[in-house]
């Protein structure tokens, strides 16, 4: 399992990291795990940065601060993903 941070996450461009080392790395672990978590405050939420790590389908869970329930989930609720 690996429980990836996240710089921003946007339901439509994914998951994304400010540095390209930082995205490189988290390509790798993402790769080489059967199973990714990842990690997303609200303001990270609907937001992008500059390297792209994968798309939203690539990961199983996201674990958040907003109550899963919240319409500003809307956009990832139908992706395949838990909500936490």
Do not use: W
């Not at 199973?35 to 992008?48: C, M």
């Amino acid at each position: 399992v690996y429980f990836m941070g996240t710089c921003a996450a946007d339901s439509k461009f994914g998951i994304t990291a400010a540095i390209p080392e930082d995205g490189e790395v988290k390509r790798a672990m993402l790769a080489s795990s059967l199973n990714t978590i990842a990690l997303s405050n609200s303001e990270k939420l609907g937001s992008t940065d500059h390297f792209r790590i994968c798309g939203v389908e690539d990961i199983s869970v996201m674990i958040t601060d907003i109550p899963s329930e919240d319409k500003r989930l809307d956009s990832f609720r139908n992706m395949g993903i838990q909500l936490i």
